[in-house]
Protein backbone atom coordinates (compact mmCIF):
# COMPACT_ATOMS: atom_id res chain seq x y z
CA UNK A 1 0.00 0.00 0.00
CA UNK A 2 1.08 3.69 -0.93
CA UNK A 3 2.29 5.56 2.15
CA UNK A 4 1.63 9.16 2.30
CA UNK A 5 3.07 11.62 4.56
CA UNK A 6 0.33 15.00 6.31
CA UNK A 7 2.34 18.50 6.11
CA UNK A 8 0.89 21.70 8.03
CA UNK A 9 1.96 25.23 7.17
CA UNK A 10 1.01 28.07 9.11
CA UNK A 11 2.12 31.70 7.55
CA UNK A 12 6.41 30.66 7.08
CA UNK A 13 6.12 27.62 9.84
CA UNK A 14 5.96 23.88 8.43
CA UNK A 15 5.38 21.19 10.06
CA UNK A 16 5.83 17.71 7.91
CA UNK A 17 4.88 14.26 10.39
CA UNK A 18 7.83 11.83 9.75
CA UNK A 19 5.23 9.22 10.73
CA UNK A 20 3.96 7.54 7.08
CA UNK A 21 -0.11 6.57 7.08
CA UNK A 22 -0.76 3.32 4.53
CA UNK A 23 -3.67 4.26 2.35
CA UNK A 24 -5.40 1.85 0.11
CA UNK A 25 -5.44 4.26 -2.57
CA UNK A 26 -5.03 8.33 -3.38
CA UNK A 27 -9.39 8.00 -2.57
CA UNK A 28 -8.86 6.85 0.42
CA UNK A 29 -6.23 9.19 1.54
CA UNK A 30 -7.89 12.00 0.37
CA UNK A 31 -10.98 11.11 2.28
CA UNK A 32 -8.48 10.90 5.29
CA UNK A 33 -7.32 14.11 4.45
CA UNK A 34 -10.37 15.76 4.39
CA UNK A 35 -11.45 14.51 7.75
CA UNK A 36 -8.00 15.56 9.85
CA UNK A 37 -8.58 18.75 8.02
CA UNK A 38 -12.23 19.51 8.90
CA UNK A 39 -11.39 17.91 12.85
CA UNK A 40 -8.40 21.29 12.80
CA UNK A 41 -10.46 23.82 10.76
CA UNK A 42 -12.31 25.11 13.37
CA UNK A 43 -9.78 25.97 15.92
CA UNK A 44 -7.32 27.24 12.64
CA UNK A 45 -10.08 29.65 11.52
CA UNK A 46 -10.61 31.18 15.08
CA UNK A 47 -7.00 31.82 15.32
CA UNK A 48 -5.81 33.27 11.52
CA UNK A 49 -4.67 36.23 11.43
CA UNK A 50 -5.58 38.49 8.96
CA UNK A 51 -3.25 38.41 5.48
CA UNK A 52 -2.28 34.63 6.61
CA UNK A 53 -2.58 31.30 5.17
CA UNK A 54 -2.88 27.84 6.36
CA UNK A 55 -2.71 24.65 4.48
CA UNK A 56 -2.38 20.98 4.83
CA UNK A 57 -1.02 18.91 2.23
CA UNK A 58 -0.81 15.20 1.52
CA UNK A 59 2.50 14.02 0.77
CA UNK A 60 4.12 10.46 -1.44
CA UNK A 61 6.65 8.78 -0.68
CA UNK A 62 9.02 11.15 -2.35
CA UNK A 63 7.77 13.79 -0.24
CA UNK A 64 5.92 15.35 -2.99
CA UNK A 65 2.33 17.41 -2.71
CA UNK A 66 -0.77 15.24 -4.05
CA UNK A 67 -3.57 17.06 -2.63
CA UNK A 68 -3.60 20.64 -0.89
CA UNK A 69 -6.65 22.29 1.21
CA UNK A 70 -5.96 25.81 1.72
CA UNK A 71 -7.47 28.56 3.79
CA UNK A 72 -6.90 32.27 3.17
CA UNK A 73 -7.30 35.13 5.39
CA UNK A 74 -6.99 38.44 3.08
CA UNK A 75 -7.93 41.71 3.74
CA UNK A 76 -9.50 43.42 0.79
CA UNK A 77 -10.34 46.78 1.74
CA UNK A 78 -8.43 49.85 3.84
CA UNK A 79 -9.73 49.21 7.37
CA UNK A 80 -9.17 52.65 8.19
Do not use: Y
Not at 6 to 35: L, Q
Not at 55 to 66: F, I, T, Y
Request: glycine share 4%.
Amino acid sequence: MPIFFFSVRHGEDACVCNDGAEFVDHNAAWKEMTGVCGDMIADVSRKLPENTEWQMELLDESKRPVFRIRLMAETLQDTD
